[in-house]
Nanobody, 126 residues
C-alpha cells in the first residue's frame, strides 16, 4: 500500500520557522517529482513547491519564494519543506504529493499528482 505521511506541523509565531517532512512507503518515488500543497481554512488547495525526481529543478509559488525551501532524499524516500518567516495567512493544512511525472510543470496543478498524504496542520499566530 502506497502511503505518504507528513509530519512536523504545529503552532509557530509569525516570523518563525518550521520544517515539515513527508515519508513515502509502499513504493519508491525516486523517479517522481514531489510537491507540497496547502489548503487554508475555507479556501481551495494551492501549490507551494515542487521538485523533480533528481532535485535538479525546483519550482515555488511566488508567495513563498525566498522563504521556503523544498528538498528530497531519495535514499530515505523523504521530502522536506523548510518554511521561514512564516505569516499568519499561511496557516493551512500542508499536503505532500507525488506527481505522475518526473518533471515539474511550469504551473503545477493538483491533478498532476496521483498520491497524497493526509496533511499536517501548520498554524501561524500573529
Amino acid at each position: 500500500q502506497v502511503q505518504l505521511v507528513e509530519s512536523g506541523g504545529g503552532l509557530v509565531q509569525a516570523g518563525g520557522s518550521l520544517r515539515v517532512s513527508c515519508a513515502a512507503s509502499g513504493r519508491t518515488f525516486s523517479r517522481n517529482a514531489m510537491g507540497w500543497f496547502r489548503q487554508p481554512p475555507g479556501k481551495e488547495r494551492e501549490f507551494v513547491a515542487a521538485i523533480t525526481w533528481s532535485g535538479g529543478s525546483i519550482r515555488y509559488a511566488d508567495s513563498v519564494k525566498g522563504r521556503f525551501t523544498i528538498s528530497r532524499d531519495n535514499a530515505k524516500n523523504m521530502v522536506y519543506l523548510q518554511m521561514n518567516s512564516l505569516k499568519p495567512e499561511e496557516t493551512a493544512v500542508y499536503y505532500c504529493a507525488a506527481s505522475r511525472y518526473g518533471y515539474v510543470s511550469g504551473s503545477p496543478k493538483a491533478y498532476e499528482y496521483d498520491y497524497w498524504g493526509q496533511g499536517t496542520q501548520v498554524t501561524v499566530s500573529s
